[in-house]
């Protein structure tokens, strides 16, 4: 009996539902002690397509925000996560990023790919990569503003389109889905001490870990340091013509 029942765990976390977001959700929160809470979400629209949650029809990162309740809100705490997955089944997972939580930088998805491309030739270890068809999000150890204000001065230019989400923001987590698509692991978490391992996910497209996160249960996963990263992330993203005008110092 209990060989059946780990055959229909295993199978449901395959499929996008209830129990695959929840545990990745308290895999964060309560093994990676990185609080959480749940995005806006998703509403149906005009024919199929999915309009975000919030009030506001031009909505710049759709179902991908915190709404109700704000972002101060985020939990490490597992009665809390279950509530609102409970009641909000579909909700993105939403990282608060910094604090003891992971920062990110983000990019298009065509910047991202070849910057990708530029640290493996480089043979640059990166941390985990979150993947949406738009966007792609580099998770990097936990960063000051001064610290960045720094790294960027350095930079004749920063395009628009490159974002830093330190303390007081947010990226969503896999295996959310959001307004541009479902959000994956493009490079899965590894814990620390963990030789790199490429891509770092199955055929699947998974992460190739035990838990939801992509890592060994209660191993937090390894972070790069920011200043590691931003200065390729910064050219390929210049390189690649990508739109947001740009400046100095972007955060």
């Known amino acids: 009996m209990r060989e059946i029942l780990g055959r229909r765990r295993k199978l449901s976390l395959r499929r996008p539902g209830r129990s695959a977001v929840v545990t990745a959700a308290l895999t964060y929160a309560t093994e990676w002690q990185w609080p959480v809470l749940p995005g806006v979400g998703l509403r149906p629209g005009i024919g199929r ?8 029809p031009d909505c710049a990162v759709p179902g991908a925000h915190p709404f109700d309740p704000g972002l101060l809100a985020a939990s490490t705490d597992a009665r809390m996560v279950r509530w609102w997955w409970t009641n909000r089944p579909e909700a993105p997972v939403v990282l608060a990023t910094g604090g003891r939580a992971a920062s990110a930088v983000s990019l298009p998805a065509i910047a991202g790919a070849r910057a990708l491309a530029a640290f493996d030739r480089a043979g640059v270890r990166l941390g985990p990569v979150v993947a949406t068809p738009t966007r792609w999000t580099l998770l990097v150890a936990p960063y000051s503003l001064e610290v960045l204000g720094e790294l960027l ?8 389109s490159l974002r830093f989400h330190g303390d007081g923001g947010y990226v969503v987590l896999p295996p959310s889905t959001t307004g541009p698509g479902r959000a994956r692991w493009e490079r899965a978490p590894q814990p620390v001490g ?9 055929r699947a497209g998974r992460p190739s870990g035990r838990s939801a996160g992509g890592a060994a249960a209660g191993a937090r996963p390894w972070l790069p340091d920011v200043a590691s990263v931003v200065d390729v992330l910064v050219e390929q993203s210049a390189a690649t013509g990508s739109t947001g005008g740009g400046s100095r110092l972007a955060y």
């Not at 397509?49 to 506001?56: S, T």
């Open 49 to 56: 397509v999915r309009e975000c949650g919030c009030a506001h």
């Open 153 to 160: 001065h350095n930079q004749e230019w920063v395009p628009g």
């Open 194 to 202: 963990a030789p790199s391992s490429g891509s770092g996910r199955n």
